[in-house]
């Protein structure tokens, strides 16, 4: 059971516009989400988080959005850049555990 | 200014034959995890430890071990290699439990390959 889903394995932008991933989970417990970023050959690198007591959470250019009576969150990425193709993961973590459940990665593309 | 070390980087296994993959933190965290990812998955935990002399099993351990001694290593051992243990193997820590901005680093990986 994939309790964090992220429905879209490819996603191509051109450079400027607007990169919008989405992820979706299952476990109402679930109470702080992350999401990281992966270039190849590497291992993921922490992008932006939010909390469960937030719906909105902002960084420079990323911005996370959370909605948690739909159990949605997204991560948006304006302007998007060439250097920010990639894999992005969705993660959360919640109630009594320590562990981190991944989605399946979003690969990211951005062209001139 | 290290983070996290994993060696090595790539191997070829046969299969049966055992091996350990390094991983090692110089952050001084306490928690320590390692992961697999397979081809269009995302990343599985194999096994956890929250301390030196404490490990404990993630969603998927059968097949491997673990250690910690020290707060630095967290080594993987695979006993019996099988080819369903093919994989991108990812070692990561923290500071903490995944709340408030105690992100998880992660190494590079270890590319392995069961033949």
């Known amino acids: 059971d994939q309790q964090v889903k992220q429905n879209s394995p490819s996603l191509s932008v051109q450079e400027g516009r607007i990169s919008i991933l989405n992820c979706d989970y299952t476990?109402?417990?679930?109470?702080?989400f992350l999401w990281y970023k992966k270039y190849p050959a590497e291992g993921p690198t922490f992008l932006i988080s939010?909390?469960?007591?937030?719906d909105k959470n902002e960084d420079g250019r990323f911005t996370v959005f959370l909605n948690k009576s739909a159990k949605h969150l997204s991560l948006h990425i304006v302007p998007s850049q060439p250097g920010d193709s990639a894999v992005y993961f969705c993660a959360a973590s919640g109630g009594n555990t320590d562990k981190l459940i991944f989605g399946t990665g979003t690969r990211l593309q951005v062209f001139p | 200014n290290a983070g996290v070390t994993q060696t090595p980087k790539f191997r070829i296994l046969k299969i049966g034959q055992s091996m350990t993959l390094q991983c090692t933190q110089d952050m001084n965290h306490n928690y320590m995890y390692w992961y697999r990812q397979d081809p269009g998955m995302g990343l599985k935990l194999i096994y956890y430890s929250v301390g030196a002399g404490i490990t404990d099993k993630g969603e998927v351990p059968n097949g491997y071990n673990v250690s910690r001694s020290t707060t630095e290593d967290f080594p993987l051992r695979l006993e019996l290699a099988a080819p369903s243990q093919t994989s991108v193997y990812f070692c990561a820590s923290s500071y903490s439990r995944q709340l408030s901005n105690q992100p998880q680093h992660f190494g590079d990986g270890t590319r392995l390959s069961i033949l």
């Open positions: 939010i909390s469960s007591i937030k």
């Open positions: 476990n109402s417990m679930f109470d702080y």
